[in-house]
């Protein structure tokens, strides 16, 4: 059960809602202004090379059978496909703590999760519209396991952090609740986050009143991020 306080409802807008583009608002709204500008395309955090690595591993750990996940292979794919660009650290030893954590609880998840099935869904990109808001909204998954018999059939989705935001973790688990009950109605069984820095989990099992909060939620930040476009367009204006 998510325990999420109110939010206003805001205005409707026909707009597309990219859950990376609420992402990179909420983490820093300046951020988010400079990318309308154009002006972060020469510069990439860490961060981006980091998820980019950690996909790579879920594609080659999925693509192995049950038996084959073994810790020595794991560990194997973890070295493989971390990521070469150093220079994107703002240190060697930056680099070297973060690549000793994550690898780290990287390894201990997908450990446990070596016997499971392949995901009905592994790092898709979805869109599905949400008439309430007048508009489209789209996702990355990174897994999507779907669970129980036919009749009775739910799923399971699963999300890997670089860092333990609760904010952002908060504003995941609202878009991706909203977005799932939608696109495949019915709700997820659960929706897991792990924090691959810290080593942390969360494990949400939503209610069906939870889904009105995360529309609440996903309107009042789809206006602000609206606000925000259209102070720049009117920048450019002048």
Request: charged fraction near 25%; aromatic fraction near 8%; glycine fraction near 2%.
């Given at each position: 059960?998510?325990?999420?306080?109110?939010?206003?409802?805001g205005?409707?807008y026909?707009?597309?809602i990219?859950?990376?583009?609420?992402?990179?608002y909420?983490?820093?709204?300046?951020?988010?202004?400079?990318?309308?500008?154009?002006?972060?395309?020469?510069h990439?955090?860490?961060?981006?090379?980091?998820?980019?690595s950690i996909?790579d591993?879920?594609?080659?750990?999925y693509?192995?059978?049950?038996e084959?996940r073994t810790?020595r292979?794991?560990?194997?794919?973890?070295e493989?496909?971390?990521?070469?660009?150093?220079?994107?650290?703002?240190?060697?030893?930056?680099?070297h703590?973060?690549k000793?954590y994550?690898t780290?609880?990287?390894?201990?998840?997908?450990?446990d999760?070596?016997?499971?099935?392949?995901?009905?869904?592994?790092?898709?990109?979805?869109t599905?519209?949400?008439?309430?808001l007048?508009a489209?909204?789209?996702?990355?998954?990174?897994?999507?396991?779907?669970?129980?018999?036919?009749?009775?059939?739910?799923?399971?989705?699963r999300?890997?952090?670089?860092?333990?935001?609760?904010?952002?973790?908060?504003?995941?688990?609202?878009?991706c609740?909203l977005?799932?009950t939608?696109?495949?109605?019915?709700?997820?069984?659960?929706?897991?986050?792990?924090?691959?820095?810290?080593?942390?989990?969360?494990?949400?099992?939503?209610e069906?009143?939870?889904i009105e909060?995360s529309?609440?939620?996903v309107r009042?930040?789809?206006?602000l991020?609206?606000?925000?476009?259209?102070?720049?367009?009117?920048?450019?204006r002048?």
């Amino acid at each position: 059960m998510m325990h999420n306080q109110q939010w206003n409802v805001g205005s409707v807008y026909d707009t597309v809602i990219h859950e990376q583009d609420v992402e990179l608002y909420l983490r820093c709204p300046c951020c988010y202004e400079r990318k309308l500008k154009e002006q972060l395309k020469s510069h990439i955090r860490w961060e981006e090379h980091v998820e980019k690595s950690i996909q790579d591993v879920l594609l080659d750990f999925y693509a192995m059978m049950p038996e084959q996940r073994t810790e020595r292979a794991i560990a194997h794919i973890i070295e493989r496909r971390w990521t070469k660009k150093n220079l994107a650290f703002e240190s060697e030893e930056q680099h070297h703590h973060i690549k000793t954590y994550i690898t780290m609880h990287l390894k201990m998840l997908l450990t446990d999760l070596r016997r499971s099935e392949n995901p009905m869904y592994l790092l898709t990109e979805m869109t599905t519209m949400i008439e309430e808001l007048g508009a489209h909204l789209t996702m990355l998954f990174q897994v999507i396991e779907w669970r129980g018999a036919p009749q009775e059939s739910s799923f399971i989705v699963r999300k890997l952090f670089i860092h333990d935001e609760p904010q952002l973790i908060k504003s995941y688990l609202h878009i991706c609740l909203l977005f799932t009950t939608r696109m495949f109605g019915v709700m997820p069984q659960r929706m897991e986050v792990f924090t691959l820095l810290t080593g942390k989990s969360y494990i949400i099992t939503p209610e069906l009143s939870d889904i009105e909060r995360s529309l609440d939620y996903v309107r009042v930040v789809s206006r602000l991020m609206q606000e925000c476009v259209s102070n720049h367009q009117n920048c450019l204006r002048h």
